[in-house]
């Protein structure tokens, strides 16, 4: 049953708990809030299902770089 769940979900799964794992890391360290943990294993799941569906660069550097350079170019 885990192996089929695994081959399936391994990677939203392995992200979710590294979320979790900074999540808890971060309420044995400091409390702050229920909320914040949410939002660690959310994105962790996020990043897992993205790199799952392999859909490229999570943070695409080079088009968010050439579209501050053209926005903010010295002499228009």
């Known amino acids: ?3 089929e769940f ?4 391994g990677k939203r799964a392995a992200g979710a708990a590294t979320g979790l794992f900074f999540g808890l890391l971060y309420l044995f ?3 702050w809030d229920m909320l ?3 939002l ?6 996020w ?5 799952e569906l392999n859909n490229g660069p999570i ?3 080079q088009r968010i770089w050439h579209s501050l ?5 010295p002499f228009k």
């Open 1 to 3: 049953m885990w192996r």
């Open 6 to 9: 695994l081959a399936v979900y």
């Open 29 to 31: 360290v400091g409390f």
């Open 36 to 38: 914040f943990v949410g």
């Open 40 to 45: 660690l294993v959310s994105i962790g799941y």
């Open 47 to 51: 990043v897992g299902l993205q790199k």
């Open 59 to 61: 943070f695409p550097w």
């Open 69 to 73: 350079l053209e926005r903010f170019r």
